[in-house]
């Protein structure tokens, strides 16, 4: 919906016209949503409180609030679409890459808990009684069934620690320190950074295309009173640049961001060009951010089928090699 108002709002719509053109389109339970929107914008609310009462992710609701602040609403709108529908594009191709190996494990647990439990005892007894020892695969595969419980055991209150982490503790820390932990979480940390970065810094980028100086693009930032983040961002960065330090002192310092952003800063200030220097960058995080998404899923997908396929073999094995044990002892 916000792509196609962006595309008509570029042809020269209105915002309530290319809402209206938009609501033609949509079912009857949306078409509803859209025009009790239209009267909201009649009657002057803004366009990103609008959206927020319909439900819309806060991303975009902040890309709208920016929009609305520098005036490049067409463009922003097509971005912050583009954004988020590849986000939702790389999630459904990550669900279509785990599905079949998901279902693979799935089954290759309850073959395994089978043969761990019913069909490897029967053979383990026939060698006590006959007197020969169990082969590495048959000794390998209890071993694994015996530490079973005690690894779901651990899973479960792994997950109990950090669902009562996040519900008693987490969530209420400050919306920055909260960044600041997601960061530093081992492997997934650089994907939250690059995300963090992309977003500071194409909307930051826009603020100063559409003529604003640093400090009132802060300000903004600061005024943002429905995104937690935004606000306690924009405070941080105006209380130390009324102190008088640089922009690309104060990033550096900031953990949740790339460490080339300060660069950047710096040489978009010298050269006059900060708001091209920041929309470029944002790109390149976007970028590396897929890159790294698309080489967890190469990956993933042949792990997952390695780590079956030893499973399966040694299975496989464990029942092959007691049949030989036999014929060996008969």
């Given at each position: 919906m916000l792509k196609h108002v962006g595309e008509l709002l570029d042809?020269?719509?209105?915002?309530?016209?290319?809402?209206?053109?938009?609501?033609?389109?949509?079912?009857?339970?949306?078409?509803?949503?859209?025009?009790?929107?239209?009267?909201?914008?009649r009657e002057g609310f803004a366009f990103s409180l609008v959206i927020q009462k319909l439900g819309f992710h806060q991303t975009l609701v902040s890309y709208v609030y920016f929009a609305e602040q520098h005036g490049g609403q067409a463009h922003a709108y097509i971005?912050?679409?583009?954004?988020?529908?590849k986000q939702q594009k790389d999630k459904r191709e990550l669900i279509k890459v785990?599905?079949?190996?998901?279902?693979?494990?799935?089954?290759?647990?309850?073959?395994?808990?089978?043969?761990?439990?019913?069909?490897?005892?029967?053979?383990?007894?026939?060698?006590?009684?006959m007197g020969l020892p169990p082969n590495l695969f048959t000794r390998a595969i209890i071993l694994i069934?015996?530490?079973?419980?005690?690894?779901?055991?651990?899973?479960?209150?792994?997950?109990?620690?950090?669902t009562s982490y996040y519900l008693f503790t987490f969530r209420n820390y400050s919306a920055i320190k909260q960044k600041k932990i997601l960061v530093s979480i081992p492997w997934c940390g650089p994907f939250f950074q690059l995300l963090i970065t992309h977003y500071f810094?194409?909307?930051?980028?826009?603020?100063?295309?559409?003529?604003l100086s640093i400090y009132e693009a802060v300000s903004l930032f600061e005024g943002n009173k429905e995104n937690k983040f935004d606000k306690e961002l924009g405070a941080y960065l105006k209380q130390h640049l009324l102190k008088g330090t640089s922009l690309e002192e104060i990033i550096r310092k900031q953990r949740i961001f790339e460490s080339d952003l300060s660069m950047v800063i710096q040489h978009g200030q010298k050269n006059g060009r900060l708001d091209q220097e920041l929309y470029f960058f944002s790109g390149y995080c976007m970028n590396?951010?897929?890159?790294?998404?698309?080489?967890?899923?190469?990956?993933?997908?042949?792990?997952?089928?390695?780590?079956?396929g030893l499973l399966v073999i040694s299975m496989y094995l464990s029942i092959l090699l007691p049949m030989f044990h036999l014929m060996d002892g008969i």
């Open positions: 042809r020269g719509y209105s915002l309530a016209e290319a809402l209206e053109s938009t609501s033609l389109q949509m079912a009857e339970g949306k078409k509803f949503q859209l025009k009790n929107s239209i009267k909201l914008l971005e912050a679409s583009k954004y988020m529908l785990l599905t079949y190996p998901l279902i693979l494990v799935f089954t290759t647990i309850l073959l395994f808990v089978f043969v761990d439990q019913f069909l490897l005892p029967k053979f383990v007894s026939l060698f006590q009684s069934g015996s530490t079973i419980p005690f690894v779901s055991t651990l899973v479960v209150i792994t997950l109990l620690i950090i810094s194409v909307q930051l980028s826009y603020l100063l295309g559409g003529g590396r951010f897929q890159e790294k998404v698309n080489y967890i899923m190469k990956f993933i997908q042949p792990s997952i089928y390695l780590l079956v």
